[in-house]
């Protein structure tokens, strides 16, 4: 059966149910429909209540022979609580851009998935649209000001906030806007990126609560004056009604797993071009509601795992205590040079050559002081020699356990060898969490040392309009803030093209944006996009409602 017909086969439990499993009380669940619910985690604030144990789940660089993460993720927080560890699974939001431009959908898949799949994939309990709405609300904010006299001499040439919109189109990366006429405003260039990029979505997945977010909002720099001084939201004075909109989404949305376990799946900044995990209030409240909480960072570990550690855990103050490392035999063979049409060919050679992007990504995990653990995603080509490779390979060569997973085959039956090496790695408490760089490195250096670390390069390559902003946001007291990298999620390098594990390197960074509620500085290197376009069939050429009236083409 297809991911979408095994989901909507499945028996699910009442929202209820879920809630009362981790003692939620009823009065505290805003239900949308029978199956989904808000949850008011404020009163946890009052709990007294030790944290559970974070888990992160991350991957190899993406291929398009596929890793599974999102389905590992769920079937490692099955498997746990199939063995008696009663675990939360924290992951983010589907972006209906990806959803109907290439993944068709992203609830995980087989018979480990979040439902009910469709309503996750589409609209669900509208967060995306509410984040669209303060963020164009402050854009709006902006024009008006300006049109109605501009009390704070903004410079319409320096205006930084553009626009968004929660879906790929390569049309709308810039515009001119407020033509026909005095009547509708000003003509300036504008442009859009895509919801999951904007700041207010990485505010909102970094604030602790809803006093710390209106804060956070008000601290966006939106523009700049003729003086060259910062404009920011609470200038403007309106970051309370940007609150206001994001006041009921900030709450996290509570769902199940096809086994009718409790999973929050809230926030969703892209990895490559934002922070790229779930939401703080929402990863916060599974620790104090669960012993094991599971959660993911977007893309390979060079990009979401770095910035889960760096971004995420500096701000929150969460210390994982392992990460798991998804990776597959086909991935593994693509990134040691093999077409994609011939990865389900047994081919020792490329695997041994592909494990060279697996071993710097333990590698990368083990600089954090986070023990890793490696998954194998089992697809149906795999072969038995293979599978033993790899095993052989990470505990002779890389001192790591490799385990194999069935999980969408099987659900969390699939993953319980998985969920007892976790369990052990958790128990014998061997994590030292630590971070990349520490706060007072300056800017430049901070850039450079995720880049040689982290990437393998020899060095980075600043433009020099880049060069200067770095300059200008430290003296401008932003120097303390950590790196927010935006780079091709298919490489460790900034040419989605080299594959495996290039050295040496050199890392072009050709613009500098500074997120100032997000509490981040934004290198953007290369060609990376902040707002994607769609390929040449998208997914939303399948997507349709059939004569029963079910949805078809969600996967």
Known sequence: MSDIEI????????????????????????????????????????????????????????????????????????????????????????????????KGGAAGGGYAQVVPMEQINLHFTGDFHAITSAHNLLAAMIDNHVYW??????????????????????????????????????????GFDITVASEVMAAFCLARNLADLEARLGRIIVAYDRDRQAITAKDLQAEGAMAVLLKDA??????????????????????NIAHGCNSVVATQAALKLSRFVVTEAGFGADLGAEKFFDIKCRKSGLAPKACVIVATIRALK???????????????????????????????????????????????????????????????????????????????????????????????????????????????????????????????????????????????GFGHLPICMAKTQYSFAADPSLRGAPKDHVVPVRDIRLAAGAEFVVAICGDVMTMPGLPRHPAAERIRINADGLIDGLF
């Not at 590992?72 to 959803?99: F, K, Q, W, Y």
């Not at 319409?156 to 407020?178: E, K």
């Not at 670390?453 to 060095?459: C, K, T, V």
Request: charged share 25%; proline share 5%.
């Open 7 to 102: 989901a909507r086969a499945a028996k699910l439990r009442p929202i209820e149910d879920i809630a009362r499993q981790l003692a939620i009380p009823a009065d505290l669940l805003f239900p949308y429909g029978r199956f989904v619910a808000k949850v008011d985690t404020g009163f946890l604030a009052r709990e007294d209540r030790a944290d559970g144990n974070l888990v992160l789940v991350t991957a190899i660089n993406p291929t398009p022979a596929g890793e599974g993460k999102t389905t590992t993720t769920v079937g490692l927080g099955d498997a746990l609580n199939l063995i008696g560890e009663p675990t939360v699974m924290c992951l983010r939001e589907p972006s209906l851009g990806p959803c109907f431009g290439l």
């Open 149 to 190: 006299g501009n009390e704070k001499d903004i410079d319409t040439r320096r205006i930084t906030w553009r626009r968004v919109i929660d879906m790929n189109d390569r049309s709308l990366r810039w515009i001119v806007g407020g033509l026909g006429g005095a009547a509708n405003g000003f003509p300036r260039e504008d």
């Open 250 to 271: 900030l709450m996290p949305n509570l769902v199940q797993t096809l086994e009718g376990n409790p999973a929050f799946v809230h926030g969703g900044p892209f990895a």
């Open 334 to 476: 693509s990134h040691g040079g093999v077409a994609k049409e011939a990865l389900n060919t047994e081919n020792l050679a490329a695997l041994e050559a592909g494990m060279a992007n697996l071993r710097r990504h333990i590698e990368n995990v083990r600089r954090f002081g986070v023990p890793p653990i490696v998954a194998i995603n089992h697809f149906a080509a795999d072969t038995e020699a293979e599978i033993a490779f790899v095993q052989r390979y990470c505990q002779e060569q890389l001192d790591v356990e490799a385990v194999l997973c069935r999980h969408w085959a099987l659900g969390g039956a699939g993953a319980v060898d998985l969920a007892r090496a976790v369990k052990r790695l958790v128990d014998v408490g061997e994590a030292k969490f630590e971070l990349l760089y520490p706060d007072e490195m300056p800017l430049e250096e901070k850039i450079r040392t995720i880049a040689r670390s982290i990437y393998g390069a020899s060095d980075v390559a600043f433009d020099g309009k880049a060069a200067k902003r770095l300059h200008e946001l430290t003296s401008e």
